[in-house]
């Protein structure tokens, strides 16, 4: 099995390097020099904190490198090739910091929290990074009290409403892999809200950040499992450089927090951890141990998306703009043969379009002309790819209603819990009641 050292350099000063072998292969991040041809990443981070005026602290921005070095190393190895079972592959870190000793207490969680969140084995290894003089021009007057990350979809848009509603000033923090939908539904619902909350201070940090493919050695990965490793990175570095105090929040329904495999092939890292509650607690424990201050909050870790909808704090203005967000998995890559009208964003049958029409018929704002595939009214046949999704929900639901006293068991299939005994009621509430919507809305009558 190949060892893959992914190698960040702080600056055209950093030349560090680690010998390779047929065994260990090396991925420096970003590429030795910024304008050669097969650099790695594609990134306007740094341009925009400059832009900006923003200082996130030292530990702050070496929890971004962390995360760009580890979303880069996953985007550019391929699991079905250098994966053990075409999956899990093994990655050693190289990170430069200014102060050894607090990351090296931090080290175990980070390594745990990243095995978690991937399924594939990291290692870290810290040298020294020199402490930057800090430009007097480079602070930011304190404008905002909370920053959230704004993806462009429905539990994104209606945390940040709800902030605003309750009379914050914010920033917003999204990440887009290209000038695509991402990129459109983040601008496009930034200017609703300065619309509709134009006495409050809306402040945006649009990233793109994305692996260069063009010569890359080891083939393209598209399961994505790091994202949200570098999705809060760059919502902590933002939070820092406006006071070690600011939260971050992160929108995210308590049903897809969980993620819950629907069948025994999706269970582990297959399934999706981006917002479980064992690695947010622990990537919060990585952050307290190096002195970051920011709290990561996820205010809605026990409501479902329907109940997100009817306990908005603005119901308005969410009932007249939802359908200019975007929860689809493959928007751009509908495959079926179905002509796209204006008003169809979402294909309608991979797993986020189900939840969101579940939680929307909870809400009674479900509408079949938002979607290519309507599949409250055609069966797909299961044997398609459009049928897949459709048959594990069908199969779940079918399991729950036969294996009920067992709940725990099922939420506790997809990881361990923060505050288990305390807490683990909840969880199964939330599991229970966001299955039930799923529910409703596949097994209504047409």
Not at 295 to 311: A, D, H, S, V
Not at 378 to 393: E, L, N, S, V
């Amino acid at each position: 099995m190949i060892a893959f050292n992914i190698i960040f350099r702080d600056g055209a000063e950093d030349k560090f390097t680690v010998s390779e072998s047929t065994h260990e292969k090396n991925i420096f991040i970003p590429a030795e020099d910024a304008h050669q041809s097969d650099k790695t990443l594609s990134e306007n981070i740094y341009r925009i904190f400059e832009q900006k005026k923003l200082t996130p602290s030292d530990e702050a921005l070496e929890l971004l490198n962390a995360a760009v070095s580890v979303y880069t190393a996953d985007q550019l190895v391929s699991r079905d090739t250098y994966g053990f079972d075409n999956w899990s592959r093994y990655f050693k870190l190289y990170l430069p910091v200014v102060d050894h000793e607090k990351w090296q207490t931090a080290l175990e969680d980070l390594q745990n929290a990243l095995n978690f969140l991937t399924g594939d084995y990291w290692e870290i290894f810290l040298r020294k990074r020199s402490a930057k003089e800090k430009n007097d021009n480079a602070h930011v007057v304190k404008t905002v009290s909370k920053v959230s990350l704004l993806s462009g979809g429905l539990d994104s848009f209606i945390g940040v409403t709800d902030l605003l509603a309750e009379g914050n000033d914010i920033a917003v923090v999204g990440h887009h892999k290209s000038q695509g939908y991402e990129n459109s539904a983040q601008e496009s619902l930034i200017q609703t809200l300065r619309k509709e909350y134009s006495d409050k201070h809306i402040e945006e940090f649009l990233f793109n950040a994305q692996p260069v493919q063009k010569h890359n050695k080891y083939g393209k990965e598209s399961s994505s499992r790091a994202r949200s490793i570098l999705f809060i990175g760059l919502g902590i570095a933002v939070a820092s450089a406006y006071g070690n105090e600011i939260p971050l929040y992160i929108p995210e329904n308590g049903l897809i927090s969980l993620n819950i495999p629907l069948t025994s092939s999706r269970i582990g890292s297959s399934s999706t951890r981006t917002t479980h509650p064992h690695f947010l607690n622990t990537l919060g424990k990585v952050l307290k141990t190096i002195g970051v201050g920011n709290e990561i909050i996820n205010p809605y870790q026990f409501l479902t998306k329907g109940e997100m909808i009817k306990n908005s704090k603005n119901r308005a203005l969410i009932e007249k703009y939802y359908n200019e967000t975007v929860s689809c998995a493959h928007p751009n890559a509908v495959h079926i043969n179905i002509a796209r009208k204006n008003d169809e964003k979402h294909c309608g049958y991979c797993t986020p379009c189900i939840i969101r029409r579940a939680a929307l018929k909870h809400a009674n704002l479900d509408r079949d002309d938002h979607y290519v595939f309507k599949i409250n009214q055609t069966q797909p046949p299961y044997t398609d790819d459009i049928g897949r999704d459709y048959r594990a929900f069908q199969m779940a639901l079918s399991r729950l209603k036969n294996n009920k006293p067992n709940l725990s068991f099922h939420v506790l299939r997809s990881g361990p819990l923060p505050n288990k005994k305390i807490d683990l009621s909840k969880y199964i509430g939330i599991y229970d009641r966001g299955m039930k919507e799923v529910d409703n809305f596949l097994n209504a009558q047409s």
